[in-house]
Every structure is written in C-alpha cells, then in structure tokens.
C-alpha cells in the first residue's frame, strides 16, 4: 500500500512538481514562482515589462511570437520588484504616465495586476493582451468559433472581419457586456482540460469607461497566438470620457478543473497590502442600497453609478431591491434602467464606512399609445437579425434579408422590422387601420447612430422636420457586433388631420449627409418604434 501511494506521488511530482514560492532574477528575466500545487512560473522582462514565459505545470503557454504586455507593449520600462510579507511578489513598471502591476499571491496558480495612469497612454488602447500559444490553448470561451479567425479564405471588411468555413468571424464578435462579464477564457478540450482566463471584479471596471453594457474584444485565435484581452479603455464605440487612476485589480488564472468564477467570488482586498497607486482599501469605501420600482417584472433591472472617477453597477432582484459594490467616497449619478433603457437618474452621496440608502423609481408617463412596435429596453431585441449580429457580420450568409421591409399592425411580427436601417437601402413602411384623427407624436427610439444617421420620417403625404444629427461615435457600430450608442430618442409631431380614419403608412429611412456603401453606409439600429395622443 505504502508502494502505491508512492507511485502515486511520482505521478503528481511529473505533472505538478512541487514549488517554491518566490522570485529571482537572472539577467534581464524575472522570474516569479507562485509556489501552487498547480505550479505557476511566469517571468517579466526586466527591461520591457513584457511577460515572455508562462509556464503552467511545466508546460509553456506563452506564445513565443509576442510577448503578453499592455496594449502591444510599453517598449520599455522600469521594473521594480519585491516581496511583501513572505506572501507576495509584486512587480511594478513604470513607463511615463503608466504603472502596471504584477502580483503573485503564495499558492495561487494566478497573476493579479493592476494598471494606474495619469494621462491615456501613448502606445494605443488601455488593455491587457496575453498572447498564448495557439496549439496549447486553440478555443474560446464562452462564445466559441465566433471570433477564432485563423484558417480564413477572405476579408470582409479591413483587416478585422474575416471568412472562416464560409461564416464571418472577427474578435470584436467575442465580447460581452460589461455587466456580465466576469470571466472569459481561452482553453483546450477535456480530455486534457486547461482554461486561461481573465477574472474580473466591481474594482476590475470601476476605472473603465462606458457603463455596464459596453462590450469590447474578449478573446481572439488568430493563427500566430491566442489573444486573451481585458479592455480597461477603448474608442470601440466610445460614450464617455476615459477615466484616469487605478484600472483593476484584474486576474489571469490557470485552472484544470474547469472554468474559475470571477465577480464576487474573485477576492482582491489584500491589494491593501501591497501599496498599490491609487487603490482604495474597503474600509474606505461605501455602498447604496434601496428599492427600484417602476420598472415591469419581464425586464432586467439595473443600477449604475458614476461620476467623472468612477463607475459601478449592480442588478435589483425580482422584488426591486438592490445593493451596490463597494464604491469610492463621492457623489454619482445614479441611474435606473428598463433593460438598457434609461427611465430615472438621480444623485447620490457615497461615504466611506456608511450604506446610503437611495431608492429610485421610473419617471411615469402618461400618453394613449395607438401602436408599439418593440420594446423600451434600449436594446433591437426581437427585430430582424438582432439574434445574431453580435456574433456575426450583418453580410452573414446566416443572416434574413435586410428589407426594404413592411410592417402591418396588428398582423406582423418583430422579425418584420430590421434592427437597423441603412441609408438608401432598407426603408421600414409601416401600415396601420385608425380612426383617430387627432394630432400626434410618433417617437423612434435608436440605440446607436453610425455616421450622422438619424430618422427621416413621412406620415402619409406629410414629410416631418428632420432632426438635427446626433452626437458622432466614430466607430463602426453595426459591422462589429456593437449596436449601443447613445440612445437617441426622436419625438415627431403629427398634425391634426395627418392621420385618417381608415389606412394610414408611415415611412421611416435613414437620412444623413454622410456617404458610405453596403454595412458601411450611414446607419441607425432600433430600439422601439410609437405612435401615441
């Protein structure tokens, strides 16, 4: 019996031999040792702050091509490190305005960094890309083949919307929305499982920008190496200003037994250890709390809170009560959301050690809708090809046709409008039986703009002022699985006398003095369509 056991033990010492935390140098490499069961040896250039091993029980999964860095690399950099009570390595890389670090915690087949900027950096995007080897870890999670790329025939579109096995893939098809994306992966099938993932928490995005459903690129198989990403800031469809101070922390975790769970399940607190820039220890911290109402059962709600140095966000539960993340001391605005759709903003004060209670309820509106076409929940959900654009190119063969396309009140579905009208290309004609002459207003709500694209809007014979164009995100929207913008709402008096009893048409196309051809042109996508007195 004794035998076995050690037999045993040899079989575990092959694939997991037994470490020893800490780190060492040896000419420009620092090497870090987390001392798991599970061993995990990374090592930092000392010159460049570029991760160029990862090895994981033994087994090399950094890409040899490219090193894993911020955005495609600081070039070079100061890099410091040390050990904090026996329990941790930190490494810190400084490169002007930019401080990335890199934690090691003793037992933990993980790496916890963190990156604090004074000024958006020079060297591109705010984002962390783990470059794995493609052989050792070729899949993606949790969206599958949507944005593995490699083994393309075509382009579609520039060099980021490729033709796999005749279905359009890109990275930008890997996203999810802030909200709920708490871990994304890269991993190897099960028989001889490996996962690679970036665990995020509330502190993770609290730096970012964009709220909680901005999505950006995920994860990427393009051939050379695997990208695994965590996007802190972006002009992917941009909304709001970039935030400066600490991004994270955030993770990279290698795990065998499955997919590890991030949010609230991902402890970070012992950061206040380790005298990380501008990390806020949650002593110092406070929360909100209180009831959201106004808000129908069969939509998800939401709370968000920000102000220029922070954001936070957090789901109310079936009865309307919430509780946000720990949250920095200051004052937010605090938003409540039908779906992805607005419906109050109030403000509110946060203190450090003190839960503000805050409760929030929709603003009612009262008017008599002649028809709805869609919902108010900021999102294209139920239209035409909505199921499908964030994972794929509207050009898809996947994909229904685009219309132009008639809807009949009272007789068609959703699936008869499309989520997005394109200039010259698809105008959307509704047809209605009424009887009131009344004058009336009918409001398009859209969830993202392209190019100036706004409503133009004909009610019968009459031809509705055009408004004015909307606030530019210059970004593609449409093409790239995105579709939340702003979220322009457009309200269109209708004179007394315009609407007939009997049969009525409503032409809605998109108008802009901008050009652009096919998916590329001008463009508007849909969030819900109302006639009302």
């Known amino acids: 019996m004794l035998f076995k056991s050690a037999l045993l ?18 000419g420009d490499n620092i090497v870090v040792d987390t001392g798991a069961s599970n061993t995990l040896v990374f ?3 000392a010159k460049s702050c570029d991760i160029t091993s990862i090895k994981y029980r033994g087994e090399e999964l950094q890409s040899t091509s490219k090193g894993s860095h911020i955005s495609s690399g600081l070039g070079s950099a100061t890099v410091e490190y040390e050990t904090v009570g026996n329990q941790y390595v930190k490494v810190t890389c400084t490169a002007g305005a930019l401080t990335h670090y890199l934690v090691a915690r003793s037992g933990d087949s993980t790496i916890f960094m963190a990156t604090h900027i004074t000024a958006e950096p020079d060297i591109g995007e705010l984002r ?18 949507v944005s593995t790329t490699v083994g393309s025939s075509s382009t579609v579109e520039g060099s980021d919307v490729f033709v796999v096995d005749g279905q359009t893939r890109s990275k930008f098809y890997s996203s999810e929305r802030f909200i709920d994306d708490t871990r994304h992966c890269v991993n190897r099938d099960a028989t001889d499982p490996i996962h690679a993932c970036f665990l995020l928490n509330s502190y ?9 459903f ?29 935030r ?15 997919v590890p769970e991030g949010g609230a399940n991902m402890d970070t607190t012992f ?47 079936s009865t309307g009560k919430f509780t946000s993340p720990a949250m920095k001391p200051g004052t937010y605005t605090q938003v409540l959301y039908q779906g992805e759709f607005k419906v109050k903003a109030a403000s509110v004060s946060v203190s450090a050690g003190k839960t503000t209670t805050a409760n929030i309820a929709a603003d009612a509106e009262t008017k008599t809708s002649i028809f709805r076409i869609g919902e108010w929940d900021g999102q294209p959900k139920g239209f035409r090809n909505a199921d499908k654009q964030s994972r794929m190119h509207p050009s898809d063969s996947r994909m229904e046709s685009w219309g132009a396309l008639t809807y009949t009140v009272g007789s068609s579905t959703l699936n008869d409008v499309p989520m997005a009208l394109l200039k010259d290309q698809n105008p959307l004609t509704i047809k209605f039986t009424g009887t009131n002459t009344a004058a009336a207003t009918l409001r398009v709500g859209t969830t993202l703009s392209f190019a100036g694209c706004r409503p133009s809007v004909v009610v019968n014979s009459f031809n509705a002022a055009t408004p004015a164009a909307p606030t530019k995100i210059d970004s593609r929207g449409l093409t790239r699985g995105a579709y939340r913008g702003f979220g322009e709402i457009y309200n269109y008096a209708i004179p007394a006398g315009t609407l007939v009893s009997g049969s009525n048409t409503i032409k809605i196309s998109c108008t802009s003095g901008n050009s652009g051809a096919g998916f590329l042109a001008p463009n508007i996508i849909l969030d819900a369509i109302e006639l009302f007195n």
């Open 9 to 26: 033990a040899a079989a575990t010492l092959s694939t997991s031999a037994l470490a020893a935390f800490g780190v060492t140098k040896s």
């Open 244 to 258: 400066m101070g600490l991004h994270g922390p955030y993770a990279l975790a290698f795990s065998l037994s499955g």
């Open 128 to 145: 962390f890309i783990a470059r794995l080897d493609s052989k050792a870890l070729p899949l993606e999670y949790p969206f599958g083949v």
């Open 43 to 45: 090592t930092v250039n």
């Open 204 to 212: 993770s995005y609290e730096g970012s920008s964009g709220g909680p």
């Open 214 to 242: 901005f999505r950006d690129i995920n994860t990427n198989n393009g051939g050379d190496f695997t990208s695994l990403t965590f996007y802190m800031n972006s002009g992917h469809v941009q909304t709001e200003k970039y």
């Open 271 to 317: 950061f206040k250890d380790l005298g990380v820039t501008g990390y806020v220890a949650p002593a110092a911290r406070g929360t909100v709390s209180g009831t959201a109402t106004g808000v129908a059962s069969s939509f998800q709600r939401v709370l968000h809170w920000y102000n220029d140095a922070a954001q936070y966000w957090a789901y109310a539960d």
